[in-house]
């Protein structure tokens, strides 16, 4: 009889149990379960519930969670067997967070579930808002936030390799006050410049090494818009920038020949030396090039010497007029310039274009000696109507009509063709 008692209670107990996924298993629990009386959890043996929190249902304080066995065994409530590492919660502890207490980062009982993912929803940030986002495991492991995963090798992926004796400086030499955004890169931003104050510019590196100081690299003079050439190169620095280096520093045109050189033009060349001189020697005069001023050389122009235009003893100084040279034979009275009648060729040949005038030439005006209309001679003011100059070729008999025009019946070409 006994036998078949205990049969039956255990059947029941497993059909309760394959009916609810959060029924403890069949039997008497092990742990607290063990010292527990029959009517703690069987006030009637009658539909008794298997799931924890039938029993338990004021020691849950941060549902929904789901089935307690998944965090916590039948000895205590706090010891738990939680995996963190679990693909639902995607957070797996590492270095210190594997000691950390569950209240170092869950401080409240109800917000188990709250998703904690960055570094910034535990930890204060040291760096202030010069990092955008959770970017901490970038430099820091989970270890320890000192040392800094950023070595010297690791630097070489920024902006600024560190070379030479930057190797060796210590990270708060260059960032100062945890500043890491944003830092000068210039040498004077943490090296005084106090052998040139500033005279040089910020760029260092044009003439040093990233050794030392007396490390000076081959300077490249080009760069500063005066490349040296020819006999420059043999010129010591303090040749042209003084003992103290700071003599063309203090020169407003420090590029200019004449800041070193000494001219014995005067004013007859203001212009600067290399339009004749070149840097292999002074007594080597290059042809001067008189196309890149405001008067190129044409014909006979070229075969002048220098002096024949450029005297310093002509009064008043040359021009590039006509006139300063060759004079007016005309006396103004043209109201042209020169080279609007005349080349630098021959003076004979005129080449006026008389259709910029008022009276354009058709016809057999075009032919016309220009001394034929223009007498004794007369270039302006020079009657337009042909009265003015065929008053003789007008006939004298009573057949021709003594009012109209003569270009009312008669063209340029030919006093007989008849319109």
Known sequence: MKALVVIIVLAWTVGLAGANPNAAPAGR???????????????????????????????????????????????????????HAAPSVGFALTGKHQSAPCTACHPTKVDWNAPVRGCLDCH???????????????????????????????????????????????????????????????????????????RFGAQCQDCHGVTTWQQVTNFDHAITGFKLEAKHVGVACTGCHGADGTALARSKAPTDCRTCHATPHDRHFPASCVGCHSTQGWAKVERYDHDDTAFPLELRHRTLRCGACHDAKRKPPITSACRSCHGD???????????????????????????????????????????????????????????????????????????????????????????
Not at 392 to 411: I, K, L, Q, Y
């Open 329 to 419: 034979p005309h006396r103004g009275s043209t109201g042209y310039e020169c080279d609007d009648c005349h080349r630098a060729d021959r003076w004979r040949v005129i080449r006026f274009d008389h259709d910029v005038t008022a009276y354009p030439l058709v016809g057999r005006h075009r032919v016309a000696a220009c001394d034929g209309c223009h007498r004794n001679p007369a270039w302006t003011g020079v009657r337009t109507d042909c009265i003015a100059c065929h008053a003789f070729d007008r006939p004298r008999t009573s057949s021709h009509p003594p009012e109209p025009e003569c270009e009312d019946c008669h063209n340029q070409w030919r006093w007989r063709t008849i319109n």
């Open 29 to 83: 629990r092990g742990g607290a379960h063990a010292g527990a009386s029959c009517l703690t959890c069987h006030p009637t043996f009658k539909s008794t519930p298997t799931a924890c929190a039938d029993c338990h249902d004021k020691q849950r304080p941060h549902e929904p969670m789901g089935a307690c066995q998944t965090c916590h065994t039948t000895a205590t409530w706090r010891t738990t067997t939680f995996d």
């Open 124 to 198: 204060a940030d040291p760096h202030g808002t010069q990092f955008k986002g959770n970017v901490c495991t970038e430099c820091h492991t989970t270890s320890a936030f000192v040392p800094s995963l950023i070595d010297i090798d690791k630097h070489d992926l920024f902006a600024f390799p560190l070379r030479g004796s930057h190797r060796q400086a210590t990270c708060a030499s260059c960032h100062r006050g945890g500043v890491f955004i944003g830092v000068s890169q210039t040498c004077v931003s943490c090296h005084a410049d106090r052998r040139h104050n500033g």
